[in-house]
């Protein structure tokens, strides 16, 4: 593998507004501010890929007192094209594919925030 292979190809960059649970954008502010030399849209992305790549479409149990908030992301082009596949596939839809890529990841890692900060 080539150290270059880390990094995307240029491609271009969609800008959405979507509705993201407090609880998971918490989650990706801490892992942008504090663990990856990455912004919050591209941690977005790269649990995107990683659900278009492994198709890892699980449902998680809604909480009640979860709130969304609207954050504006940037996506890559491919990256939005792929989930659009996804959702055409499973027939789910583009925001709620998103949450599943985050929450999958999210909880993948299984950080312990309070040793970390």
Request: glycine share 2%; aromatic share 8%; with cysteine.
């Amino acid at each position: 593998m080539n150290v270059l292979d880390r990094f995307w190809k240029r491609d271009k960059l969609v800008q959405k507004t979507i509705e993201i649970e407090s609880s998971l954008y918490d989650s990706l502010e801490f892992l942008s501010n504090n663990v990856y030399d990455a912004s919050i849209s591209k941690i977005i992305n790269a649990c995107i890929d990683e659900l278009v790549e492994s198709e890892n479409i699980k449902l998680y149990p809604k909480t009640g007192s979860e709130l969304f908030t609207k954050h504006s992301i940037i996506l890559r082009k491919s990256s939005l094209e792929n989930l659009n596949k996804l959702k055409n596939k499973y027939g789910i839809s583009v925001y709620k594919l998103i949450h599943i890529a985050i929450k999958n990841i999210i909880n993948e890692l299984d950080i312990d925030y309070e040793k970390i900060s």
